[in-house]
Each structure stands twice: as C-alpha cells, then as structure tokens.
C-alpha cells in the first residue's frame, strides 16, 4: 500500500510562488508515474501535472503551462510541482497521485491513479 503525504500549500498573494512536496511510502516510488490534480470549492476535481516514472516525460493541464513545474526525486520518493505566477483561479485542494500501470507515459485521467494522498489547501488572494 503506498501512502502519500502533500505539503507546502498555504496562503499567497496573485502573483506568488508555491511548491508543493508530496512524499511517498510504502511502495516503489520509481515504479510509478506521478500526477497532481486540484479541486476547487463547487468544481470537480481536475488535473494538473503528470510526470512520468524517471521523469523523462511530463504533461500538463493548458491552465498551468508555463507556470507550474511538476519534477520527482527518486532517492527522496518525492515528486514536486512548483507553482509560479498564481492567480485566484488556482485556488483548490492540491492533491498528489500514485499510477503504476502507466509509468512511462503518465495519464491525465484521475481514475487512472491508485492511490491518492489527503490534498492540500492552497489558497490565492487576489
């Protein structure tokens, strides 16, 4: 059973920078593509970033490109999304995933990933 522990989100003004950690246990981290989906009040959930399991390939949602870098360490089982010039319409849940059977051409489709962390809150003030 893989467990997976988000960190880093919070409060930050239009404009600013997170980066958000999500910290793996209990599995293989480098077997597995990694995904970042957001869930904003009222809205369904949707994704963000993908990264393959060595990192070589990455996707991203049309909304974050050029904005956000999702990026992994496999000696840390960690996978990181870095979140530059935000605006309000980032505001969500941050939630990190866990895909075994598609490592190497990471999927955008949630229901894809097997195991999902607890999310974070970040929140962008305009």
């Known amino acids: 059973q893989v467990r997976l522990v988000e960190s880093g989100g919070g409060l930050v003004q239009a404009g600013g920078s997170l980066r958000l950690s999500c910290a793996a246990s209990?599995?293989?981290?480098?077997?597995?593509?990694m995904g970042w989906f957001r869930q904003a009040p009222g809205k369904e959930r949707e994704f963000a970033a993908a990264i393959s399991w060595r990192g070589g390939s990455t996707s991203y949602a049309d909304s974050v490109k050029g904005r956000f870098t999702i990026s992994r360490d496999n000696a840390k089982n960690t996978v990181y999304l870095q979140m530059n010039s935000l605006k309000s319409e980032d505001t969500a849940v941050y939630y990190c995933?866990?895909?075994?059977?598609?490592?190497?051409?990471?999927?955008?489709?949630?229901?894809?990933?097997?195991?999902w962390g607890q999310g974070t809150q970040v929140t962008v003030s305009s």
């Open positions: 995933a866990a895909d075994r059977r598609r490592p190497v051409v990471p999927s955008t489709t949630g229901s894809d990933y097997e195991y």
């Open positions: 209990g599995g293989t981290f480098s077997r597995y593509a």
